[in-house]
């Protein structure tokens, strides 16, 4: 069994013993059973982290105070924190030196959140992440493959949480070899849209799966630069996997509809759809989103998710656009267990998937605030403009 399967133990066992009890709940378990658990889990760790957070104690105090979870609707009323408070404070409800992992949300320039992770938080989020990929079947030791990771290279002080989960992801195969897409050139990182293309070729012409994480911008710069070298359509292996993290926001004017972009992956790579799905996550908030085989976020059964009004900042019903909010109660480091996204996106119920997982699933629709809020992806985009490789 994979490493990262492996259950990991809370920091107090007695007062965070629902959120233990939650985070062994399987990844898309839904129903009453799992309501409870949760309501519980947050009770927890309201009280975890206002006994332990000055700042969020104030914040219990002021805006939930009285507040007991004892079911979903109860969820409405939890006070929250914005993401762009991460970009301009650091915060803990742990003592420095229980922190094992200190991750940023921006790569080359922009405001950057300081999220700071203990040993159990940090590991939890992976064993999420590879609980899921063992529910899609995809943690996979019986033969090597090939990765290319459109992401930054590690590099001396790099801290960025997307090249951190990237990383992390290659431990779900067992890696014939690496190739960055964001190599380090010494000075800072540069797309390479040439080692890339040798990369794909290589592993087509060695018969080698491939497995190709990060910014889907850059795989379509990839695929274009293919197409202007005259490479031919490539058929790589059927085991070969896309998943996507990290979104276009630098290039949204190009951007592809998703049917469109797939159906060009397959055409030039030979790697079916339900072989490429696209992820959503973000160093403020650790869960973990990914598309099922009809290529719909669904949310986990160890977070929920409501979308709040532009305007009034009240709860919408489902189908309508407003901001994102996450809610998971296993964060013990920071309390980010409450965190209101400046992306756009529309909540939908499971039985609109067409898919068979129990759970509700979002769109996401745009994002807010780019100009002051920026993405990873949006600084890395930027490596695009000024190396002039669009």
Not at 149 to 161: D, E, K, R
Request: with cysteine.
């Amino acid at each position: 069994m994979n490493e990262y399967l492996e259950p990991v133990e809370v920091p107090d066992p007695s007062a965070l013993a629902s959120v233990r009890e939650l985070c062994a709940v399987p990844p898309y378990e839904a129903g009453p059973h799992v309501d409870a658990v949760f309501a519980a889990a947050m009770n927890e760790a309201n009280t975890w982290h206002a006994d332990r957070s000055e700042f969020f104690g104030a914040l219990w105090k002021r805006e939930g105070a009285g507040l007991v979870h004892r079911d979903a609707a109860d969820l409405q009323r939890q006070p929250f924190v914005h993401a762009h408070f991460f970009k301009m404070h650091e915060i803990r409800s742990v003592p420095e030196s229980d922190i094992t992992v200190h991750l940023t949300s921006s790569g080359t320039s922009g405001q950057r959140s300081q999220m700071f992770f203990d040993h159990w938080t940090v590991r939890t989020g992976q064993r999420m992440l590879a609980r899921i990929y063992d529910h899609h079947g995809w943690i996979d030791d019986t033969s090597s493959v090939d990765y290319l990771l459109f992401n930054y290279q590690p590099a001396p002080g790099l801290s960025v949480g997307t090249a951190f989960t990237n990383n992390y992801m290659c431990s779900f195969a067992p890696a014939r070899s690496i190739h960055y897409g964001l190599p380090h050139t010494g000075t800072g990182h540069e797309f390479d849209p040439f080692g890339a293309v040798r990369a794909l070729v290589r592993s087509a012409d060695d018969g080698v799966p491939v497995r190709i994480l990060g910014f889907p911008a850059f795989l379509m710069f990839t695929l274009d630069r293919m197409r202007d070298l005259g490479v031919p359509p490539l058929q790589l292996d059927e085991r070969s996997l896309i998943v996507f993290g990290g979104g276009w926001k630098g290039h949204a004017d190009r951007q592809l509809p998703k049917s469109q972009f797939y159906a060009r992956i397959t055409e030039q790579l030979g790697i079916p759809a339900h072989r490429i799905r696209d992820g959503f996550g973000s160093v403020e908030h650790s869960v973990p989103y990914l598309e099922c085989g009809h290529h719909h976020l669904h949310v986990p059964s160890w977070s929920r998710v409501l979308v709040r009004s532009v305007r009034t900042l009240e709860p919408l019903p489902y189908g309508e656009i407003g901001y994102l909010q996450f809610v998971s109660p296993f964060i013990t480091s920071v309390p980010a267990h409450s965190v209101l996204m400046s992306d756009l996106a529309s909540l939908h119920p499971q039985g609109a998937s067409g898919c068979d997982i129990p759970t509700p699933w979002f769109q996401v629709r745009g994002r807010a605030g780019l100009s002051k809020n920026r993405s990873c992806a949006v600084a890395a985009a930027e490596l695009l403009t000024r190396k002039g490789t669009r």
